[in-house]
């Protein structure tokens, strides 16, 4: 068993903490919303809260037990309900796939027993088979954790979205190592040069990571920083544009709406927003948003021609390199990580919010779907979402590699996503 996070090796007994820590952190985050906000629905591009705790175990049932092992599930209509989410272009689109929901104490009793069925299958059953499309290199094992791992952030945009009076707070599950030195507010020149997108090797990837792509990108210059809130006040003070997502006013100040209370805006925090807002701030400066291939140049790339593991060269990530991991809830000053600055001194490429791309997202040429989620990618391959690049405070180290890739539709603004400027 290969995966980019464990480079020295993974046996079954660290498969099977993965497992266990990745569903302790879900639990956890269930006990955000109140009980009486169980069946809310925060965001009405997305299923209600009440989804995510069936889909979770049940798609692990799915993938692992049914259909890379080829048994028996535990509740069939409950593995049909909660098999898979929605994404919808408008509310309008957003159906449910029920009117009736099960009872939390039912749902929660399908998960205890899916994770006694998931845990017997990661101790005893042959997981890494390589006879069998789903189980080679333990495909489906990995599918099944990183899936869960990717809705943890999901449940928080959820969360984000409920009344304070709704949830209960809860304190960040990691400390951080946060550092802030001098701040420099400039574009810094990256030369012409090759990139590497996608995975190479053996190691876990999802589908749309491969075949990896060597690209050529010319000479551009980047942004040294992500775009702060104070920065976009000034275009949005200059333009009349709406505000982001995340900000509200309050007594005639703007504020920040942090998942457990509202702030005083933090001008020198990064902006979230949607791709086409990030475009427009950017055109009123006259410059544009990077490519992938600029992204991965600005972030892995050296002077030497040399490409790296991480920005911050090839240890794996830690609570010093960046805003990730459930360090803080919230995004925090730029450049308060000078541990993970790239080759270039470009800060926060990786944490303190998913950077928006203008790249359409697309298959690499060879691509191949997934056996165990073959449906993962290619249904977004529409020309309607964008790729994203780094991670946000609340994505987990383990999904942190050069070759993984997000996407999001352009206008959807719940997402912790920032951007930097770039210009030819």
Same mark, same amino acid.
């Given at each position: 068993?290969?995966?980019?996070?464990?480079?020295?090796?993974?046996?079954?007994?660290?498969?099977?903490?993965?497992?266990?820590?990745?569903?302790?952190?879900?639990?956890?985050?269930?006990?955000?919303?109140?009980?009486?906000?169980?069946?809310?629905?925060?965001?009405?591009?997305?299923?209600?809260?009440?989804?995510?705790?069936?889909?979770?175990?049940?798609?692990?049932?799915?993938?692992?037990?049914?259909?890379?092992?080829?048994?028996?599930?535990?509740?069939?209509?409950?593995?049909?309900?909660?098999?898979?989410?929605?994404?919808?272009?408008?509310?309008?689109?957003?159906?449910?796939?029920?009117?009736?929901?099960?009872?939390?104490?039912?749902?929660?009793?399908?998960?205890?027993?899916?994770?006694?069925?998931?845990?017997?299958?990661?101790?005893?059953?042959?997981?890494?088979?390589?006879?069998?499309?789903?189980?080679?290199?333990?495909?489906?094992?990995?599918?099944?954790?990183?899936?869960?791992?990717?809705?943890?952030?999901?449940?928080?945009?959820?969360?984000?979205?409920?009344?304070?009076?709704?949830?209960?707070?809860?304190?960040?599950?990691?400390?951080?190592?946060?550092?802030?030195?001098?701040?420099?507010?400039?574009?810094?020149?990256?030369?012409?040069?090759?990139?590497?997108?996608?995975?190479?090797?053996?190691?876990?990837?999802?589908?749309?990571?491969?075949?990896?792509?060597?690209?050529?990108?010319?000479?551009?210059?980047?942004?040294?920083?992500?775009?702060?809130?104070?920065?976009?006040?000034?275009?949005?003070?200059?333009?009349?544009?709406?505000?982001?997502?995340?900000?509200?006013?309050?007594?005639?100040?703007?504020?920040?709406?942090?998942?457990?209370?509202?702030?005083?805006?933090?001008?020198?925090?990064?902006?979230?927003?949607?791709?086409?807002?990030?475009?427009?701030?950017?055109?009123?400066?006259?410059?544009?948003?990077?490519?992938?291939?600029?992204?991965?140049?600005?972030?892995?790339? @050296?002077?030497?021609?040399?490409?790296?593991? !991480?920005?911050?060269? +090839? &240890?794996? /990530?830690?609570? #010093?390199?960046?805003? =990730?991991?459930?360090?803080?809830?919230?995004?925090?000053?730029?450049?308060?990580?000078?541990?993970?600055?790239?080759?270039?001194?470009?800060?926060?490429?990786?944490?303190?919010?998913?950077?928006?791309?203008? @790249?359409?997202?697309?298959?690499?040429?060879? !691509?191949?779907?997934? +056996? &165990?989620? /073959?449906?993962? #990618?290619?249904?977004? =391959?529409?020309?309607?979402?964008?790729?994203?690049?780094?991670?946000?405070?609340?994505?987990?180290?383990?999904?942190?590699?050069?070759?993984?890739?997000?996407?999001?539709?352009?206008?959807?603004?719940?997402?912790?996503?920032?951007?930097?400027?770039?210009?030819?």
């Amino acid at each position: 068993m290969r995966h980019a996070a464990f480079p020295d090796g993974l046996n079954r007994d660290r498969l099977i903490d993965w497992y266990r820590d990745t569903r302790r952190i879900t639990r956890e985050l269930f006990t955000i919303p109140k009980a009486e906000a169980y069946y809310d629905r925060p965001v009405p591009l997305r299923n209600p809260i009440v989804f995510y705790e069936g889909h979770l175990p049940a798609f692990a049932i799915n993938t692992l037990i049914k259909l890379a092992l080829k048994h028996g599930g535990i509740d069939p209509e409950f593995e049909a309900l909660f098999a898979r989410g929605i994404d919808p272009e408008d509310e309008d689109a957003a159906q449910m796939p029920t009117d009736f929901w099960p009872s939390r104490e039912d749902i929660q009793a399908y998960g205890r027993d899916a994770d006694d069925l998931i845990f017997h299958a990661l101790c005893d059953g042959p997981i890494d088979d390589g006879t069998v499309p789903q189980t080679r290199n333990a495909e489906a094992a990995f599918t099944v954790i990183e899936h869960e791992q990717m809705h943890q952030e999901t449940l928080l945009y959820l969360f984000h979205e409920l009344p304070y009076e709704r949830k209960n707070p809860i304190a960040p599950f990691r400390r951080s190592a946060a550092s802030r030195g001098d701040v420099v507010k400039d574009m810094v020149r990256i030369p012409a040069g090759e990139a590497t997108l996608g995975g190479s090797g053996n190691d876990f990837g999802w589908d749309n990571e491969f075949p990896p792509m060597r690209v050529e990108a010319g000479e551009f210059s980047i942004d040294r920083h992500d775009v702060t809130n104070g920065d976009y006040l000034e275009f949005l003070q200059a333009t009349g544009a709406n505000p982001p997502h995340f900000w509200t006013k309050h007594d005639g100040a703007w504020q920040w709406r942090g998942l457990f209370e509202l702030q005083p805006l933090p001008l020198d925090a990064p902006v979230y927003v949607t791709h086409d807002e990030a475009g427009a701030y950017a055109a009123w400066r006259g410059k544009r948003l990077p490519s992938e291939s600029e992204y991965h140049r600005a972030a892995f790339g @050296t002077p030497s021609g040399e490409e790296r593991l !991480f920005p911050w060269e +090839s &240890s794996q /990530p830690d609570l #010093s390199r960046g805003n =990730f991991g459930f360090a803080n809830w919230d995004p925090v000053a730029i450049g308060s990580y000078p541990a993970g600055a790239s080759a270039w001194g470009i800060h926060d490429l990786v944490g303190n919010g998913w950077e928006w791309t203008s @790249t359409v997202f697309a298959p690499f040429p060879g !691509f191949e779907a997934m +056996s &165990s989620y /073959p449906q993962y #990618s290619a249904d977004f =391959f529409d020309g309607k979402h964008y790729v994203m690049k780094g991670a946000s405070p609340v994505t987990p180290p383990e999904l942190i590699r050069r070759s993984f890739r997000n996407w999001f539709r352009p206008s959807y603004p719940y997402a912790y996503a920032t951007f930097r400027c770039a210009h030819d």
